[in-house]
């Protein structure tokens, strides 16, 4: 972070009594202390750099600068990076911006950027100060990108209330132009204080700088997700000092949250379902920025009465849409969410939860009569009668009935299909030229049970 008298970065020009507890604080993170949620073996390790650590004595971006090489080889597997600052009120690029993120990129390194701010009560500059590091470091999208970054670490001369709009509206519209939720970089002392330690930012992740080995996390945060150790590291590759970090999870999850996000939609086919009748979860798996994720496996979790979830189905998205599918046939109430594991490329994520209660199908009921038992070889018979559920007599309209009829001892064949009228029912018209029973099938619904009427039989005369 910059050298200024009002940042952590620049007392430390003042902390050389403290070198012996920042020594070790990095022991303490390096080597499985209980500094952080995690496990000290495994919270992964990382770092900060700007210009500082790159531009030659004419403050222009160094050839010899950072040698990513061997920053690759150390136990640093993360780097956040200067993308711009704010100057004489002015936002403008770090010079040595592209070289370093080029060079992390390059090496395998997850690595993220950062907009050093100096808020200003002058209309627009917040928004425009998002819009210029935008501009200078993309949608932070790629495979390996961490989430952008507000470095807040001075006021500006605004007061809390101003601070605090201003903050918002630079996450907020960072957040609309790169689909990622950016992170707040900070001290504890200065949001305390300059934030009136505001709890209204829980939304966005905390990088805390505060050197010692248990941070002191402002603002009511839950926890913090990176912490900034030490301002005095040293690292191959890398004259003189630099700002030491550590992620609070495991290497699995810091491979997460520098890959794009994703999301699997999910849509069923009804919060009923009815019992062993066919029920539907579907959608289509996406990143942030709603770009399909074609021909990747997602995994269906179901929970019954509240227990556990089990993983109950597996399929692939589609090649174009990414579009997926589970089809069920539930016989209780449960709950199902979709899992995508993620990759090389993208973060993991699971869908919404969707539920559905569970209801019995209903039976049901066919009757049927003809309009004659016995007729002339070719005169017309009717064979009509209603659809209805067998236990509260509702008539059933608007459902497929099929006519089958047998010659004999042969086989059923069907005739026709006709749907039930608005009173549930149906008629056939028919021309026996010899002697031929006749029957009405049902299917079922997905409510209602399937049904056949009794036999019917015309005689010729």
Not at 102 to 111: D, L, S, T
Not at 117 to 146: C, E, H, K, Y
Not at 277 to 295: E, M, N, Q, Y
Request: with cysteine; proline share 5%; net charge positive.
């Amino acid at each position: 972070m910059p050298r200024s008298s009002s940042s952590p970065r620049r007392a430390r020009n003042r902390l050389a009594a403290g070198l012996t507890l920042l020594a070790a604080v990095a022991t303490t993170l390096a080597g499985g202390g209980t500094a952080a949620a995690a496990s000290g073996s495994e919270r992964p390790l990382g770092l900060d750099v700007s210009r500082w650590q790159s531009a030659g004595p004419d403050g222009a971006c160094a050839t010899d600068g950072i040698d990513w090489s061997k920053v690759r080889t150390t136990s640093r597997g993360f780097v956040l990076i200067r993308a711009t600052r704010t100057t004489a009120g002015r936002t403008e690029a770090d010079t040595c911006y592209a070289r370093n993120y080029a060079g992390a990129a390059g090496r395998g390194i997850y690595r993220g950027a950062y907009h050093y701010a100096i808020p200003s009560t002058v209309a627009g500059s917040a928004a425009r100060d998002a819009r210029t590091f935008v501009s200078v470091t993309g949608r932070m999208q790629n495979a390996g990108d961490l989430p952008p970054v507000l470095d807040l670490e001075t006021s500006g001369g605004l007061n809390p209330t101003q601070l605090a709009s201003w903050t918002r509206t630079w996450l907020t519209t960072v957040r609309a132009l790169t689909g990622r939720q950016p992170m707040i970089y900070t001290y504890p002392s200065f949001w305390r204080s300059a934030m009136a330690d505001s709890q209204a930012f829980h939304a966005y992740p905390l990088w805390i700088a505060n050197w010692t080995p248990t941070p002191s996390v402002p603002g009511g945060w839950p926890t913090w997700t990176i912490h900034q150790y030490s301002a005095t590291g040293r690292v191959a590759g890398i004259s003189g000092d630099v700002d030491l970090d550590v992620f609070n999870g495991t290497a699995a999850q810091l491979h997460a949250f520098a890959h794009p996000g994703t999301h699997p939609t999910a849509g069923t086919s009804g919060r009923t379902a009815f019992r062993g009748s066919p029920w539907r979860i579907s959608g289509h798996l996406v990143t942030d920025r709603g770009a399909a994720i074609p021909r990747a496996t997602v995994r269906l979790y179901r929970s019954v009465a509240g227990g556990p979830w089990r993983l109950i189905a597996t399929t692939k998205t589609s090649g174009t849409t990414a579009y997926y599918r589970f089809v069920l046939r539930p016989r209780a109430a449960a709950s199902y969410k979709v899992r995508y594991s993620g990759g090389t490329t993208f973060a993991p994520s699971w869908s919404d939860v969707r539920s559905h209660a569970i209801r019995q199908r209903s039976t049901t009921t066919l009757t049927a009569a003809t309009s004659a038992t016995r007729v002339r070889r070719g005169a017309s018979v009717r064979v009509r009668g209603t659809l209805l559920r067998t236990v509260s007599h509702a008539r059933l309209p608007g459902k497929t009935v099929t006519l089958d009829q047998r010659v004999g001892r042969g086989r059923w064949t069907a005739v026709r299909s006709v749907r039930t009228s608005a009173t549930g029912r149906y008629a056939f018209g028919v021309r026996p030229t010899r002697g031929t029973a006749y029957r009405v099938r049902f299917a079922g619904s997905l409510a209602n049970l399937p049904s056949v009427s009794a036999q019917r039989t015309v005689r010729l005369r």
